[in-house]
């Protein structure tokens, strides 16, 4: 959500934060509203005021035995007046309300400007792509092969978008899992959370989800929401709070499962596991206040790093840019890991720095130790990481020409000391 009151006095940067996430220009039907919210509450305390001065000289005629007829018609025709008042006042506010809902976090001024992912700026890559001694098959494919990725029996029991695996690649979902919680942590700090699957509308709301993109959730018949990723649970942690400053930066890690119906991506990244309807995730999430989530950010995004690194997959760093930002983002760093089989980085995590535009939608606020005055938190959220597209990198970088796939050294100790997934017999 924005600050309407920082929008008044930065019309000019807020309309230019717009354009920036391709919107036209709208500080003016903002602040005409705001203006409209603000005049009939002003014209609401002058009928007010004029209403209880009215109240006392009736009171004070009917103690002297004057007549008091015209006081008390004035004050029935200022009824209406307030109430006429009292219905500009909502309604007005309720549009303001609905129209601020649906803007997107503005940019960072850091964050390159563009159109869509052609924009998008690398920063730098880590790691060198496997010179493979034959032509690399596609994740789908070695699975198929090895007997233990199904589509077929899935579509059977779910639809398109889901995937059955089962013996030692079920197995390596688990091990990766555990894996990166052990990492974030053990060494990294984050406090590991196991939270519902299913919330409220104003927790989705909190996090940016509804109510413009409600199409993409999944609801369930009394109204709540699968959550499309656990940012939402875990963000949603201090909502309508006050937090202690001395006890930020609070950093949660969860492993859940995610539920997407990515209603916008018919025809897209349909074959394999890429893109599904159910997919697991380990999340990062930190709340912290104003000044420290800039190096918070960084820190996120190298903590996800370590993951990539540790699994030794080559993969690069991309700041997104303006047209490529997720709603609640002002600067995102994707994580793109190398898949032969398709001959591409494809994103693996997002590591977004969302400022105070959750917060305010939860109001959730900091205070200093001696202080009165509250500040909204920031908050900040990253895969650490998508385990399915870690399962897939994994796949394709770790495939032999026999069909079997090499178990990375740092998953073994997770995978009962297993070096190798061969083929069934």
């Known amino acids: 959500m924005h600050d309407i009151a920082w929008i008044r006095d930065n019309p000019e940067t807020f309309d230019r934060g717009c354009v920036a996430r391709g919107l036209d220009p709208i500080a003016t039907i903002v602040l005409d509203l705001d203006r409209r919210v603000r005049a009939a509450k002003t014209s609401l305390q002058d009928l007010q005021q004029r209403r209880n001065e009215l109240s006392k ?9 004057a007549d008091a007829s015209a006081a008390i018609a004035e004050v029935g025709g200022l009824k209406d007046a307030m109430r006429a008042c009292e219905d500009d006042e909502r309604t007005a506010a309720e549009t ?34 496997r010179n493979f001694p034959f032509e690399p098959k596609q994740h789908d494919e070695i699975g198929i092969g090895l007997g233990q990725m199904d589509f077929d029996v899935a579509a059977e029991l779910s639809g398109s978008r889901f995937v059955v695996l089962t013996d030692q690649l079920a197995r390596l979902e688990k091990a990766l899992a555990l894996f990166m919680l052990d990492m974030h942590t053990g060494e990294f700090g984050y406090r590991e959370v196991s939270s519902p699957l299913l919330v409220r509308p104003e927790v989705a709301f909190g996090t940016g989800n509804l109510p413009k993109f409600a199409q993409d959730l999944f ?21 309508e709070q006050i937090v202690d400053e001395a006890t930020l930066p609070r950093r949660y890690t969860a492993f859940t499962p995610c539920f997407r ?14 893109r599904q309807h159910q997919f697991w995730k380990v ?28 699994l030794e997959l080559p993969y690069r760093v991309v700041t997104l840019a303006t047209g490529d930002l997720g709603f609640a983002a002002r600067k995102t760093y994707d994580l793109e890991v190398w898949l032969p089989g398709q001959g591409a980085y494809r994103e693996i995590s ?27 938190v920031h908050s900040l959220n990253g895969s650490g990481l998508a385990v399915g597209r870690a399962l897939i990198a994994i796949l394709e970088n770790y495939q032999e020409d026999d069909g079997s796939v090499t178990i990375p050294h740092a998953l073994r100790p997770y995978m009962a000391g297993r070096e190798r997934i061969e083929p069934l017999a």
Not at 221 to 239: F, K, S, W
């Open 350 to 376: 997002s590591c977004s720095n969302c400022g105070d535009f959750q917060a305010r939608r939860m109001n959730a606020r900091c205070r200093a130790k001696g202080e009165k005055k509250t500040r909204f």
């Open 283 to 310: 999340e990062l999430v930190s709340i912290t206040s104003p000044d420290m989530s800039e190096a918070e950010h960084e820190r996120m995004t190298g903590c996800a790093e370590q993951v990539l690194q540790r």
């Open 261 to 274: 119906s990515e209603a916008g991506a018919a025809g897209k990244d349909t074959r394999g596991m890429i």
């Open 219 to 239: 609801q369930t018949t009394d109204g709540r929401y699968l959550i499309p990723t656990a940012e939402m649970t875990l963000t949603n942690l201090v909502r």
């Open 96 to 129: 303001l309300d609905t129209l601020l809902a649906g803007i997107p976090n503005l940019p960072d001024d850091a964050v390159p400007i563009g159109a869509d992912e052609t924009a998008n700026v690398e920063i730098r890559r880590w790691g060198n792509p």
């Open 57 to 65: 000289q009736i009171g004070q005629a009917k103690s002297s035995g």
